[in-house]
Antibody
Framework: EVRLEESGGGLVQRGGSLRLSCEAS????????MSWVRQAPGKGLEWISV???????NYADSVKGRFTISRHNSKNMLFLQMNGLRLEDTAVYYC???????????????WGQGTMVTVSS | QSVLTQPPSVSGAPGQRVTISCTGS?????????VQWYQHRPGRAPRLLIY???QRPSGVPDRFSGSKSGTSASLAITGLQAEDEADYYC??????????FGGGTKVTVL
């Protein structure tokens, strides 16, 4: 079965750090474009980062310089290191596979169930 | 403020047809970038409905269809069913292949 499962969310104070994990099964993370997408409470979806199969990474301006996407090929896992967390980073964070149906990193065909990150003051 | 503009809500009776618009600019949809559509039910993972403007992944009913013209795209749902009640998002690309989403449209089945 092809699936993604996130973990690592929780409550953290403003300015703190958190590392999210995403375990893949049924396909190889390193062969695909993998992204993190978040949804703040009551808001829409927001793409925040991608790592391509060739290890090139890209970030939305809202997280650039604070968040780092990476992967562990042998564990078939994706990560998001989040530093300098702000109140506005409070959201459900999803990992998603893209690029299978699109030449770009989108067209996310596999999503995890999401993990909640709450940043408190 | 989302880069792509969608109506906040649309509604229809069971069996009816509803359409959701997604308006961008010459930097996104108008630049020839493809559009995807997702369905997102509360508490569930988003689901890819349409890719490359008009294509459906296997398993997506043909009640869902996509179109694109100029700087806008649309998702049509025909034969509306209770299970179609969800939030729907369009997605395209900005320059440099940055992923951009619409603000989302809540579909209510009356």
């Amino acid at each position: 079965e092809v699936r993604l499962e996130e973990s690592g969310g929780g409550l953290v104070q403003r300015g703190g750090s958190l590392r999210l994990s995403c375990e893949a099964s049924g396909f190889t993370v390193s062969s695909n474009s993998m992204s993190w997408v978040r949804q703040a409470p009551g808001k829409g979806l927001e793409w925040i980062s991608v790592i391509y199969s060739g290890e090139i990474t890209n970030y939305a301006d809202s997280v650039k310089g604070r968040f780092t996407i990476s992967r562990h090929n042998s564990k078939n896992m994706l990560f998001l290191q989040m530093n300098g967390l702000r109140l506005e980073d409070t959201a459900v964070y999803y990992c998603a596979r893209g690029g299978v149906y699109s030449t770009g990193p989108g067209a996310f065909d596999i999503w995890g169930q999401g993990t909640m990150v709450t940043v408190s003051s | 403020q989302s880069v792509l503009t969608q109506p906040p809500s649309v509604s229809g009776a069971p069996g009816q047809r509803v359409t959701i618009s997604c308006t961008g600019s010459s930097s996104h949809i108008g630049a020839g970038n493809v559009v995807q559509w997702y369905q997102h039910r509360p508490g569930r993972a988003p689901r890819l409905l349409i890719y490359s403007d008009t294509q459906r992944p296997s398993g997506v009913p043909d009640r869902f269809s996509g179109s694109k013209s100029g700087t806008s795209a649309s998702l049509a749902i025909t034969g509306l069913q209770a299970e179609d009640e969800a939030d729907y998002y369009c997605q395209s690309y900005d320059s440099g292949l940055y992923v951009v989403f619409g603000g989302g449209t809540k579909v209510t089945v009356l």
